[in-house]
């Protein structure tokens, strides 16, 4: 009989083919690449391989390359041992990270690839860490800070809130400085609420003065001044008249231009200023009068300007002079010099939409407010000056058309006379020396 035909050699074969196929396989399992295919051992060291564990997944773009085959103290650090597939792309500029898998703290290893044109890393060779790498710890850490941070803030909050405040630290001080100024806001209010009380009647009034003097018949007026100004200059722009043949005269543009080049060569760096003249005149109510300004604006930049006016007041220069003898009772007298003019000079800083601007406001030491409406078309104004017996100034000024405005408001608001108060209204012409650049520019290509 023969022996390798019988059923129970062929299934004693089998089993023993099958058995070897499982134990080849649980081999691979437990042990890791390199086992069947080849390979290639590295370690590297950290100072911290918490949640690592050893035959875990060492992955490359999220692909499983190899196993952590051990994990070992080291000097006092910990070196990993791996093993990777010997088809591993690993080469002497590739890196290790290590990278968490989760907010638990298990982390995984992972290796980034360095120039593929670099030499490969050969076995048993340490390959480096990324340096710059986070993990939860580092988080923790953090957190850890930034919730100190809290703390110490709120305790700040919390002494800066108890008693008579902290004066120890910046939270503290701001809060007392916070305190003060609300303090000193309501004493003001107390003491000067009759003054406050004063100027909203003040103000009352010249509303109704204004709602007066702006009428129909004042607004048909200013609708007729619009259409006479409109005529003007369609008249200039056709050549009509000796200004509009002026203009539109080629011989005469050319001598302007010659002229204007003499300047800018005469005066040098001012032409960099933007200098502007405003003239307007104003009917006060109070002496049946009219008050003139002519006044230059220098503004050597986009936030400050310098403002210098001569003021032509119809209630003239007025002074006072004390005498005092040992034979005589003190003697006061008062002179006014109707022929006098007074004269404003300002420096102005403008804040946003505010401006404000301080020194002589005719012929006396002030400060004057002033706030822009409206892209500016609107202005609201006032003026505090001669601070012995305060003077205010208040008004509103509307530019209607380019380089024409009108305005109206009141003079001495706060005098005790009633017949030092004066409402006013009138109008006035701004001309800058960009107005006079459009026109030459606009003449030339004509």
């Given at each position: 009989m023969n022996l390798l035909g019988t059923p129970?050699?062929?299934?004693?074969?089998?089993?023993?083919?099958?058995?070897?196929?499982?134990?080849?396989?649980?081999?691979?399992?437990?042990?890791?690449?390199?086992?069947?295919?080849?390979?290639?051992?590295?370690?590297?060291?950290v100072d911290n391989a918490g949640g690592l564990v050893k035959n875990s997944a060492v992955k490359m773009a999220g692909i499983k390359v190899g196993v952590i085959d051990e994990i070992e103290l080291v000097d006092g650090r910990a070196r990993i041992r791996l093993v990777l597939n010997s088809d591993t792309p690993v080469t002497t500029s590739s890196q290790v990270e290590l990278r968490s898998d989760g907010i638990l703290g298990d982390r995984h290893v992972e290796i980034v690839p360095g120039n593929p044109l670099d030499p490969p890393l050969v076995t048993n060779s340490?390959?480096?860490?990324?340096?710059?790498q986070k993990g939860m710890n580092d988080l923790?850490?953090?957190?850890?800070?930034?919730?100190?941070?809290?703390?110490?803030?709120?305790?700040?909050?919390?002494?800066?809130?108890?008693?008579?405040?902290?004066?120890?630290t910046p939270v503290g001080r701001i809060l007392l400085n916070i305190e003060k100024v609300s303090q000193d806001l309501a004493d003001m209010t107390d003491i000067n609420k009759q003054k406050v009380n004063n100027?909203?009647?003040?103000?009352?009034?010249?509303?109704?003065?204004?709602?007066?003097?702006?009428?129909?018949?004042?607004l048909a007026r200013v609708d007729n001044a619009i259409r006479n100004i409109e005529e003007v200059t369609e008249k200039i722009n056709n050549g009509e008249g000796?200004?509009?043949?002026?203009?539109?005269?080629?011989?005469?543009?050319?001598?302007?231009?010659?002229?204007?080049?003499?300047?800018?060569?005469?005066?040098?760096?001012?032409?960099?200023?933007?200098?502007?003249?405003?003239?307007?005149?104003?009917?006060?109510?109070?002496?049946?009068?009219?008050?003139?300004?002519?006044?230059?604006?220098?503004?050597?930049?986009?936030?400050?300007?310098?403002?210098?006016?001569?003021?032509?007041?119809?209630?003239?220069?007025?002074?006072?002079?004390?005498?005092?003898?040992?034979?005589?009772?003190?003697?006061?007298?008062?002179?006014?010099?109707?022929?006098e003019v007074k004269f404003?000079?300002?420096?102005?800083?403008?804040?946003?939409d505010f401006t404000l601007s301080g020194?002589?406001?005719?012929?006396?030491?002030?400060?004057?407010?002033?706030?822009?409406?409206?892209?500016?078309?609107?202005?609201?104004?006032?003026?505090?000056f001669e601070f012995n017996d305060l003077y205010i100034r208040a008004f509103a000024r509307y530019n209607f058309f380019k380089g024409l405005y009108f305005l109206g408001g009141a003079d001495n608001v706060l005098s005790a006379d009633d017949t030092e108060v004066s409402a006013f209204i009138g109008g006035g012409i701004f001309i800058t020396n960009d107005d006079l650049k459009n026109l030459i520019s606009r003449v030339a290509i004509n």
């Open positions: 129970e050699f062929k299934v004693g074969v089998l089993v023993v083919v099958v058995a070897g196929l499982i134990g080849l396989m649980s081999i691979r399992v437990s042990q890791g690449p390199g086992v069947l295919s080849g390979e290639k051992e590295v370690y590297f060291s340490e390959i480096p860490t990324n340096p710059s923790v850490q953090q957190v850890g800070d930034i919730a100190a941070s809290i703390q110490e803030l709120a305790d700040n909050l919390n002494k800066a809130n108890q008693g008579e405040g902290d004066s120890s100027i909203l009647s003040r103000v009352e009034s010249l509303t109704r003065n204004i709602d007066d003097y702006i009428n129909e018949d004042s000796t200004v509009g043949r002026l203009i539109n005269d080629e011989e005469t543009i050319e001598r302007i231009n010659t002229a204007v080049d003499g300047i800018n060569d005469f005066v040098g760096g001012a032409n960099k200023l933007q200098t502007s003249v405003d003239f307007h005149s104003e009917y006060l109510s109070g002496v049946n009068r009219s008050k003139s300004y002519l006044g230059v604006i220098v503004q050597p930049g986009l936030d400050r300007y310098y403002d210098i006016q001569l003021v032509d007041d119809p209630r003239g220069v007025v002074e006072t002079t004390t005498t005092e003898s040992n034979l005589n009772p003190t003697e006061e007298r008062t002179v006014t010099f109707q022929n404003t000079i300002l420096f102005a800083k403008n804040f946003y020194g002589l406001i005719e012929s006396s030491g002030g400060f004057a407010v002033d706030y822009h409406m409206l892209d500016k078309k609107l202005t609201l104004s006032a003026e505090f």
